[in-house]
């Protein structure tokens, strides 16, 4: 191995006070979720306790931290789930240029770059002047797809865009349906990837605010709770319930990473290297 | 000299043609097109619907999202932009009141004008900081597994709240925050910078914080499939490493900092969460002046602000993707 | 200890739960329904001030049917009332909101006939005066839109109709809140709100019908400007108040604006502002973080807010049944003390003070020295024996309201340049 160059260190030194830049804040509000039981929202620290993760687990004066946690899952799940689902098929659609596809992926574009408070404005007034009630698996649903599908869909057309193509024309030279194909040879092929999906899906549902604000209805999901308590809570529980929800984000990456690894364990036991997509 | 030169620009030539034709990404018996789909030869197929049926078939839930939640909404905005508004409800109506009041509030074009300042400063922040960065891991970390680790460790805070993530600052930088008093009992200042918290300091120093990982990413995403030897060429054609960056690696990275900034400026001008915590209300930007409206039932005068906040939007995003086709660089 | 409020009764609450146990005993309440009642739940919103996750719980103890309780701010407060009747039964809003609300015909008028103790509710939210000499302040007074002319009617009727809008429930006399320690001399004037002494250590709240009254009393107390009605001001007078604002803004008087209770709080205990426009509890709770922080009583008066309980217009059969035994419930007193001890005030205050101990009704309410330490309902020591509640008795604090929140005429005028105050 050649020697470092100069210019090495110092980017290694760049790149440390980047990490310190992005964890700092996050450092900050765990060590004050340990504050002791009198301590307040700033240093200095009122001795050093469990007090206020205790306190999140007994009732608030005002909300309902548990419940919209329980919706915020279930709600990533769905998001998940139908982010998978619509960007396979999508990104199967987009391999062949057909009528309207131009469109289609502007309007993908789109719904990336769209400010996300005009989604939430937009579905909001549609619920109510056409009289529906809104409510955070229809409306907040749809509201927050129109975040992850295009995250969803660019991993997918870059999986395609990977994507040897010469599997399937085995496949279909042994006799495969189409649906065979896909079924059997292309799904399994692109799975990683589906992880990526997953994990883009779940997390961007997870943390959406802004699409969720007008379109989740009378019952908050986890992010608009979190923001009800910044506006009536002066006490170190919110900074609990932020650390909390940092590691909860956490094991849900690893949970995903370990997902990834073994099967990526039994793909090299299987002895296949096909599709090497990005995750 | 004449002979580095030359070198050099073939290196080049090299480089941007598979830039722009992916070439390196394809396996030899696909083509690209012209629009960047990929196409494989098509083989007669006796029940096979025409690929235009095929194709709606399979993205037709995806169209059916889009339509429900992305155009129809638009199309709402466009048409309450038109209505009209008492203290509590709205009334259809087909009036230009909505937009004769934007226009000849020089508040508007003060608020637009501070939302493209932040969007600007930002940009250039997260591009400095996200080009280091990825430049870093890229070419400097040399082992894959440890780039992947490494560049992991950058992704996870973006997988936790933002706002969680944004009020985190406050204890920081407030007038007895943790800066003030380490900036003091350093000696560096006698009395707590006020500038640091509820301000465009803070504002901007939330969103690069918030925002620099999607400049990383696409970048680093370009990057690494930047062929190496190709600077090797360079190198041994006896480039200097700011040549080597200037002349091969920023020109070959420039659709991942398209795509990045593509992310950042739409990210930030669309906000109104940020702005409102960091400047402690005290500045605006258009996001925050559309929620203002909402929280106070102006829907149709909010949804006034949204088409122009959209129409710009659009056309900076038009712009910017004139430099770059994104279904090639995915 | 914050004001984090989780339930923990005292030794002495848990005393006085025994003694309300005894009075709600001696309530006449009309149990119809019988059992049916209890499968019945009641969605009520409102600001996190009263939408306590408590007063649900006695709720269920008490009366035996589920509240579900759902705090929010009060954009939102006022957004949902509008626009989504049905996603609630019950609003717990306040009086400027109900003037905006309840043209939409969301709320249904309620029978005061069926209110059991209309008769001891305050004279203010009656016939607007609190005791018969008063004067009716400028401003939304509660009685000016508390009342309607019928079960259908969506105006409002000056006079007591036997039909009320909103059943109050809490209010309070608001004035500013400083830090006496960084201060550090005694203030008694609105206009010090922009004195140049605490510039950058100021802050106003952005809710504009708030904002503009207290702004308004700055003005006056400054000796700019004398407004013929606060509560209703010209596009003129609207334009030269915010533009005093504006002007101070840009010099740099503010430090930020809130707009919400912690926000509040978090501003005069981080010491970033000395003088702020606040509310009563949050003055409790920096005080409850051992900082010093005064509600301070100032010359020209006190900017006054009432909220009430709005019953959603498709409430119908057992549910509206249930929604009025929760109103006579809310005034017969368990509810009153609980916010009573927070320094809020009750409209029943009568009722209220059975649920109370002597020291703590004449700390709250009749502005006497404590003679023990005063404690919140959670249990947290607000006041050490000796002190005087900032402002005196009920009397003389409600007694000397100079103008309520308010919606005024050219409020949507109003709403455009506050923003544009926001933004400059």
Redesign the interface.
């Known amino acids: 191995m050649e020697p470092r160059p100069r210019s090495f260190y110092v980017l290694a030194a760049f790149f440390t006070l980047f990490l310190l830049f992005l964890y700092g804040p996050t450092l900050t509000i765990a060590v004050l979720s340990f504050q002791g039981p009198s301590g307040g929202l700033t240093f200095p620290m009122k001795g050093v306790s469990l007090h206020w993760f205790s306190d999140l687990f007994e009732q608030q004066a005002v909300g309902d931290i548990w419940g919209s946690f329980s919706r915020s899952s279930v709600l990533g799940l769905m998001v998940m789930a139908t982010t998978v689902i619509v960007s396979v098929m999508g990104g199967l659609a987009f391999r062949k240029r057909f009528a309207g596809s131009g469109v289609i992926f502007y309007l993908i574009i789109t719904s990336l770059v769209i400010p996300s408070i005009l989604i939430s404005l937009g579905v909001g007034l549609i619920w109510s002047q056409s009289g529906l009630t809104v409510h955070w698996s229809t409306s907040g649903l749809g509201a927050q797809l129109t975040w992850t599908l295009p995250f969803g869909l660019l991993i997918m057309f870059a999986v395609f865009n990977r994507f040897d193509q010469s599997y399937e024309e085995a496949a279909r030279d042994l006799g495969a349906s189409p649906w065979q194909t896909v079924r059997f040879v292309v799904l399994p092929i692109i799975a990683p990837s589906l992880i990526g999906v997953a994990l883009f899906g779940f997390t961007l549902s997870y943390d959406e605010f802004a699409r969720t604000l007008l379109t989740s209805g009378s019952q908050n999901t986890l992010p608009l709770e979190i923001f009800g308590m910044t506006t009536n809570v002066t006490s170190p529980v919110i900074y609990a319930l932020g650390t909390l929800t940092t590691i909860f984000s956490f094991l849900v990456i690893g949970a995903f990473l370990l997902v990834v690894w073994l099967m990526d364990r039994r793909r090299k036991a299987q002895g296949s290297d096909a599709g090497k997509g990005m995750v | 000299m004449e002979r580095v030169h030359r070198r050099l620009k073939a290196a080049l030539l090299v480089a941007l043609r598979s830039c722009c034709t992916g070439a390196p990404f394809l396996t030899s018996d696909q083509t690209m097109t012209s629009s960047g789909i990929i196409h494989t030869p098509s083989k007669p197929s006796a029940r096979a619907l025409s690929r235009h049926s095929v194709g709606w078939l399979l993205a037709s839930p995806l169209a059916v999202v889009l339509a429900i939640f992305l155009v129809a909404p638009i199309v709402m905005i466009v048409m309450v932009s038109f209505w009209g508004a008492t203290e509590f409800s709205i009334y259809p109506a087909f009036q230009f009141d909505n937009y004769a009041f934007l226009f000849s509030s020089d508040v508007t074009y003060r608020v637009f004008f501070n939302t493209f300042k932040y969007a600007a400063i930002t940009w250039l922040f997260t591009l400095l900081i996200g080009f280091t960065v990825a430049y870093f891991l890229a070419f400097h970390i040399r082992t894959f597994k440890w780039q992947i680790a490494l560049f992991l460790v950058c992704t996870i805070p973006f997988w936790t709240s933002n706002i969680i993530r944004m009020i985190s600052w406050i204890p920081f930088l407030g007038r007895n925050g943790l800066a003030n008093s380490a900036l003091m009992s350093w000696g560096v200042i006698d009395e707590p910078l006020e500038w640091l918290l509820f301000s465009d300091f803070s504002v901007i120093l939330a969103f690069v914080h918030l925002y620099t990982l999607f400049m990383v990413v696409p970048i680093f995403n370009t990057m690494m499939r930047i062929d190496k030897s190709l600077i090797e060429a360079a190198a041994d054609a006896g480039a200097s490493g700011w040549q080597t960056l200037w002349h091969v690696i920023i020109p070959l990275t420039k659709p991942g900092i398209m795509i990045g900034t593509i992310f950042v400026v739409t990210l930030v001008m669309g906000d109104f969460i940020t702005v409102r915590f960091m400047s402690g209300s005290q500045s605006a930007n258009v996001g925050r002046m559309i929620q203002n409206d909402i929280g106070l039932l102006q829907y149709p005068s909010a949804a006034a602000t949204a088409v122009i906040l959209l129409i710009t939007v659009l056309l900076v995003i038009a712009i910017l993707l004139r430099f770059v086709d994104i279904r090639k660089e995915l | 200890?914050?004001?984090?409020?989780?339930?923990r009764y005292s030794r002495r609450s848990m005393l006085k739960a025994g003694g309300a146990a005894v009075a709600a005993a001696a309530l006449p309440a009309p149990m119809v329904w019988g059992q049916a009642i209890k499968d019945v739940t009641l969605?009520q919103?409102g600001t996190?001030v009263s939408?306590?996750?408590?007063v649900a719980?006695k709720v269920k103890e008490d009366l035996g049917f589920t509240l579900e309780?759902?705090?929010?701010?009060s954009?939102?407060v006022?957004?949902?009332a509008?626009?989504?009747p049905?996603?609630?039964d019950i609003a717990d809003i306040e009086y400027w909101i109900c003037k905006?609300?309840w043209?939409?015909g969301n709320l249904q008028a309620m029978d005061t006939s069926k209110i059991d103790n209309y008769d001891k509710i305050v004279g203010t939210f009656r016939s607007g005066k609190l005791t018969p000499e008063s004067v009716i302040a400028q401003g939304t007074a509660p009685h000016t839109v508390g009342f309607t002319s019928g079960a259908n009617g969506t105006d409002f009727v000056a006079e007591e109709s036997g039909w009320m809008t909103l059943i109050p429930t809490i209010y309070n006399a608001d004035t500013l809140g400083i830090r006496p320690d960084l201060i550090g001399r005694p203030i008694s004037k609105w206009s010090e709100l922009l004195n140049p002494e605490f510039a950058?250590k100021a802050?106003i709240l952005?809710i504009?019908s708030i904002g503009i009254m207290d702004m308004s009393m700055v003005v006056e107390s400054m000796g700019e400007y004398k407004y013929p009605d606060k509560g209703n001001m010209t596009k003129e007078e609207i334009d030269m108040t915010l533009g005093i604002f504006t002007e101070a803004?840009k010099a740099g008087q503010?430090?930020?604006?809130?707009?919400?209770?912690?926000?509040s709080?978090?501003?005069m205990?981080?010491?970033?502002v000395v003088i702020q426009s606040m509310w009563s509890p949050a003055i409790t709770?920096v005080r409850s973080?051992?900082i010093p922080c005064v509600y301070q009583p100032l010359e020209e008066g006190y900017r006054s807010w009432g909220g009430g309980i709005g019953l959603s217009a498709s409430l119908s059969g057992i549910e509206l049944d249930a929604a009025y035994e929760y109103i006579n419930w809310y005034l017969s007193g368990w509810v009153g003390g609980f916010l009573m001890r927070q320094g809020y005030y009750s409209a029943v205050p009568e009722t209220s003070k059975n649920f109370m101990s002597e020291d703590e009704w004449g700390f709250w309410f009749e502005g006497k020295e404590a003679k023990g330490d005063i404690t919140n309902p959670f249990g947290d020591v607000m006041e050490k024996a000796g002190a005087v509640r900032d402002g005196g008795s009920f009397f003389d604090r409600m007694g000397a309201v100079a103008c309520w929140n308010a919606?005024m005429d050219e409020?949507?005028y109003m709403?455009?340049k506050w923003?544009?105050f926001?933004?400059?």
């Open positions: 200890m914050t004001t984090i409020p989780k339930i969605r919103f996190g939408n306590l996750n408590e719980a309780m759902t705090a929010l701010d954009d939102s006022t957004q949902r509008a626009t989504q049905d996603s609630f905006k609300v043209p939409t950058g802050s952005d504009s803004k503010f430090r930020a604006f809130w707009k919400s209770f912690s926000e709080v978090e501003l205990a981080s010491g970033e709770a973080q051992g919606v409020n949507q709403v455009r923003n544009e926001i933004a400059a």
